[in-house]
């Protein structure tokens, strides 16, 4: 399915909705261009998932982890693949976050899959463009389609 999203607020507004629709330990693959709204869509899908910390992009980092609060089972694992050139370094942090996040019961959300040799069987995949790339007023689409065994 594909929508139209106004602005900022509307994305993070869908990523709120979403995290309500996926159970615990689903993957999302993020994908789209340098400010399409990959990490405004996460920190809905945290807000959704009740977490109140600050989410910001783990393009440095490549991961960070949000629980739950109060100790909850589940929660957020944030990856950004973004500055890993080698597939190998990009599956191998990837393979390592994905078995944290299902251990934890948690979200995965995985920005740049694309850097990956190849795309997980069984993920959530979302792609988020502009919707006019000379007017970046003119709000985003996003696309998500659910993993083929989803039913």
Not at 122 to 141: F, K, Y
């Amino acid at each position: 399915m594909t929508h139209h999203l106004a602005d900022a607020a509307a994305t993070h507004a869908f990523g709120r909705q979403l995290a309500g629709r996926l159970d615990p330990g689903s993957t999302l693959l993020l994908q789209g261009d340098l400010g399409a709204g990959k990490t405004c869509l996460v920190q809905g899908l945290a807000a959704g998932l009740g977490i109140s910390e600050p989410i910001t992009s783990p393009t440095f980092a490549l991961a960070q982890h949000y629980p739950l609060p109060g100790g909850r089972a589940g929660g957020l694992v944030h990856l950004d693949l973004y500055r890993l050139e080698l597939p190998a370094a990009a599956d191998e942090l990837f393979a390592q976050e994905e078995e944290e996040a299902r251990a934890l019961g948690a979200l995965l959300a995985v920005e740049w899959p694309e850097r990956l040799s190849a795309l997980p069987e069984g993920c959530w995949q979302v792609w988020l463009s502009l919707a006019d790339r000379t007017n970046p007023e003119a709000g985003r689409q996003v696309a998500l389609i659910a993993p083929a065994a989803w039913g």
